[in-house]
């Protein structure tokens, strides 16, 4: 197994571009996760699904968008890229959508918004 | 907003020492968890604890789920340079949070060998 990976790696995004960052998963995992980490502030949840076609928001969704169209894959979109939107992004995945703790992180999407 | 408060920051010892970092919360949580993240990896999950007053070993890292509810510790015996990284704390509510999480801040560590 892959695990969970996120795509790209690094992203350098001028103000009002738009962006997919993507977040694959090979474990079959019902629930999956957005989170953006900022420097002395955590991770703080952005979007989450809860399986194929559910999403819901979370902490901080202003300026995301997200679909779960396979329960593989959860694309975060970046509507109009805003400097405030520089931080690193993880994309999460739980085997349950019931509460276990047990998320497994990708390794994370660096984003500069010039 | 952010609801746990994890203590210390960072914190700065020599190879051998042990290390004690908590973090508290105003509210209830349901399950505590305790990540590290090495510099430029994602968070990997290390302990987690289910139940008020549960004691889990993992190696030489050692977690309590406070008897409240509201607080939870994580101690590291004999650190070693690998040690070195973010640990986070991480809470979860369930009933209708489901499997959401809720993060602290982080403690830097950073050993000296």
């Known amino acids: 197994n892959a695990g969970v990976t996120q795509t790209p790696k690094f992203q350098v995004l001028k103000t009002g571009q738009s962006m997919t960052l993507q977040c694959a998963q090979d474990m079959n995992h019902e629930y999956m996760s957005w989170y953006r980490q900022d420097p002395g502030m955590g991770l703080r949840l952005i979007h989450y699904?809860?399986?194929?076609?559910?999403?819901d928001q979370g902490e901080v969704p202003n300026g995301y968008n997200v679909s779960r169209s396979t329960t593989e894959d959860f694309p975060l979109r970046l509507l109009s890229a805003a400097p405030s939107q520089t931080s690193v992004y993880f994309c999460?995945?739980?085997?349950?959508?019931?509460?276990?703790?047990?998320?497994?992180f990708g390794p994370g999407t660096r984003l500069t918004v010039t | 907003g952010q609801q746990l408060n994890q203590s210390p920051q960072s914190m700065f010892i020599q190879e051998g020492e042990d290390v004690s970092m908590n973090c508290t919360s105003s509210?209830?949580?349901?399950?505590w968890l305790w990540y590290k993240q090495d510099p430029g990896e994602g968070p990997v999950l290390l302990i987690a604890?289910?139940?008020?007053?549960e004691l889990t070993s993992n190696g030489r890292l050692t977690a309590q789920f406070g008897i409240t509810r509201k607080d939870s510790f994580l101690n590291i015996s004999a650190s070693i340079p690998s040690d070195v990284g973010i640990y986070f704390c991480?809470?979860?509510?369930?009933?209708?949070?489901?499997?959401?999480?809720?993060f602290g801040e982080g403690t830097q560590l950073t050993v000296n060998p």
């Open positions: 999460a995945s739980s085997y349950s959508a019931q509460p276990n703790g047990k998320q497994y």
């Open positions: 509210s209830i949580f349901n399950t």
């Open positions: 699904s809860v399986g194929a076609g559910i999403t």
């Open positions: 604890l289910y139940k008020a007053g």
């Open positions: 991480a809470g979860q509510k369930g009933e209708t949070s489901g499997s959401r999480l809720t």
